[in-house]
């Protein structure tokens, strides 16, 4: 297992060297002058070499990305041209906020997709079935803005019953965090019934079921954990997105997470915010798919081993 979880590791190194390298281009080839930004309209020429020797802006482009490789491996993203506090400081302010909508959205995702998928596989076919396919369906393709704003207007604004934005107590998490689990969760209901549908097709759930063990225990113990590869697959990247910045769900519930400020820093032009977010964004999303793939070895030993064959 340590032999596996270490060739994964590795694996991984080069997409990192990859994103560190598409976040410092993305700042060079993006229109506009930062030091510009900084110092608005009024100028003067030797204020604005001052900002330039300052931001590293008057070194070769192959020295400045050694300065922002070694920077960011101390931790450091820069400082906020709007408001001079460090980008580092500002993103894990944001980031509890973030991670409590991510865990909260995860929850309604898993519990409702598991086991309306596993419940249906049951009775393929019927008018249950047929009914929570279409509501899965429709899950899958509503817009999340359109489904956030008709959960503000329903449940905040007609019937009154729970905040429509904001950021407070759990009756303000628990719009956004159905606006994003909702989807998972359609996502999630149809990959489990199809691997639930598969697996009980299998021989050794008719072993099972020779040997007069009852249907909760072969679905619990036998059937489930057979069928979670391809979910597990789902709740990673969508838990890694979540992770990210719900920046559409932050912005519509006013929830003060890591995707509302990133678009807030695109809007204001504050590019080492925009530049510490993306960056951010783009490893916590490989260091959550990184934990599914080992979690896959501990769920499938079958999956070590075809590795070192």
Not at 57 to 81: E, N, Q, T, W
Request: proline content about 5%; glycine content about 10%; aromatic content about 10%.
């Amino acid at each position: 297992m340590g032999k596996y979880i270490f060739n994964r590791i590795i694996q991984v190194l080069p997409v990192i060297a990859g994103v560190l390298i598409i976040s410092f281009v993305l700042m060079v080839v993006l229109p506009g002058d930062p030091v510009l930004s900084m110092v608005g309209e009024r100028y003067d020429e030797n204020t604005v070499a001052i900002m330039k020797k300052k931001l590293n802006l008057d070194k070769p482009l192959i020295v400045r990305m050694g300065i922002f490789f070694g920077d960011v491996v101390k931790g450091d993203l820069g400082d906020s041209f709007i408001t001079g506090r460090p980008v580092t400081k500002e993103i894990l302010e944001k980031l509890p906020n973030t991670f409590i909508l991510a865990v909260g959205a995860m929850v309604v995702a898993v519990l409702v997709g598991v086991f309306l998928g596993m419940f249906t596989s049951l009775f393929p076919g019927s008018w249950f079935d047929k009914i929570i396919m279409v509501l899965a369906l429709t899950g899958v393709s509503a817009p999340v803005f359109w489904t956030g704003l008709v959960f503000i207007l329903v449940f905040g604004v007609y019937l009154g019953w729970l905040p429509p934005t904001g950021y407070g107590g759990i009756e303000y998490l628990i719009l956004p965090a159905l606006t994003l689990g909702l989807r998972s969760a359609a996502q999630i209901t149809r990959l489990t019934r199809s691997a639930m549908l598969e697996t009980l097709g299998q021989d050794y759930i008719r072993t099972a079921q020779s040997k007069e063990l009852s249907w909760c225990k072969i679905l619990i113990k036998h059937a489930l954990p057979n069928s979670l590869i391809p979910v597990l697959t789902v709740i990673g990247t969508d838990f890694g997105s979540y992770l990210s910045g719900a920046v559409l769900t932050e912005s519509i519930f006013g929830w003060p997470g890591i995707g509302r400020l990133a678009l807030e820093a695109i809007m204001k032009r504050d590019f080492p915010v925009v530049q510490g977010t993306v960056l951010f964004m783009a490893m916590m999303f490989i260091c959550v798919n990184l934990i599914v793939d080992i979690l896959y070895g501990i769920i499938d030993p079958r999956l070590r081993a075809e590795r070192y064959r």
